[in-house]
């Protein structure tokens, strides 16, 4: 039988929409802008030839026939998922030796691993913390996760998320101020950055239309934990990814000073020996990874 379906990725984001009621929680949820969200939208209902949202000024509500579609579909990707799961889980089993780096380790791994374990109980991570980069050849690792561009001469990398740098610092350092801040306000705070990437920065303050003189003072750190630092201790701002921060915006401990965005085209990976046929077990990780942060490509 032949199947005429809409874009997947156009039902993909009305669905988060629909159930969030909100264009800029899909966006979060689904890792992407919220203008790419609205574009996915408006081209559906272009496509479908009806009207699925009524559009306020902080929030967008389903048509009762949106709802209603909105609701099946969830159901049909929830299949889908639950089909895909069937298919791979076969073949994972045993333990995977898994490199990572303490910060990303620390923060985004361990508090995911028995969620993981608990959907997988055939499959055992054994993740070894180290700074240094692995060495397949001779320390027994299976993959690692490793942050940069997705080039390593040798590996294979596969793509966990890429960076969306926002400004952030704590709520007591811009007590007494209207957010978001004018990047004015912003040019005038210490600012920290990585080793590097000083033009995060500039490219930062292009993007939120800012015009003024140069920033002032510039804290250069040699990684992004230590940078992370400058901003929860209360002593400036920092431009850093939202996956990273999102246990602490959530939690209120560092807010997001401006809704202005960069990509840097940098990003997290799970990289291992090049080979005509990836271990299935290391897929699987990174997938269930990817969907445990939210993390879906329009």
């Keep these: 039988m032949s199947y005429r379906l809409p874009n997947l990725n156009q039902l993909r984001a009305f669905e988060a929409a629909a159930r969030l009621e909100s264009f800029k929680a899909a966006a979060q949820e689904l890792n992407v802008t919220q203008a790419a969200i609205s574009h996915q939208i408006k081209a559906l209902e272009e496509a479908l030839g009806i009207r699925l949202f009524q559009r306020g000024t902080r929030k967008v509500t389903p048509t009762k026939n949106a709802r209603s579609f909105a609701g099946r579909l969830e159901a049909a990707f929830h299949e889908i998922a639950e089909a895909t799961n069937g298919l791979t889980r076969r073949d994972l089993t045993g333990e995977i030796v898994l490199s990572i780096a303490p910060f990303y380790g620390n923060r985004i791994v361990l508090p995911r691993l028995a969620n993981f374990h608990n959907a997988y109980p055939g499959l055992r991570i054994s993740p070894q913390m180290s700074s240094a980069l692995a060495r397949f050849d ?13 080039e390593w001469k040798g590996l294979a990398s596969l793509l966990l998320h890429r960076d969306t740098l926002a400004a952030v610092a704590t709520p007591g350092y811009v007590a007494g101020r209207t957010l978001p801040l004018k990047p004015e306000e912003i040019a005038a705070m210490t600012l920290g950055y990585n080793r590097g990437w000083r033009d995060d920065w500039t490219k930062w303050f292009e993007a939120a239309g800012y015009e003024g003189s140069p920033p002032g003072i510039m804290m250069e750190y040699d990684n992004r934990a230590r ?72």
Excluded at 138 to 150: E, I, Q, S
Excluded at 229 to 248: I, R
Excluded at 256 to 283: K, S, Y
């Design 227 to 298: 940078m992370l630092d400058l901003a929860l201790a209360g002593h400036g701002a920092v431009l850093y990814d939202l996956v990273l921060a999102a246990a602490e915006i959530a939690t209120g401990h560092l807010v997001q000073i401006h809704p202005a965005t960069i990509e840097t085209g940098r990003g997290m990976w799970v990289v291992f020996p090049e080979t005509a046929t990836p271990d299935p077990r290391v897929l699987g990780f990174r997938d269930w990874l990817r969907a445990d942060l939210g993390i879906q490509d329009l």
């Design 138 to 150: 001779t320390d027994g690792k299976d993959a690692a996760l490793r942050y940069g561009a997705g």
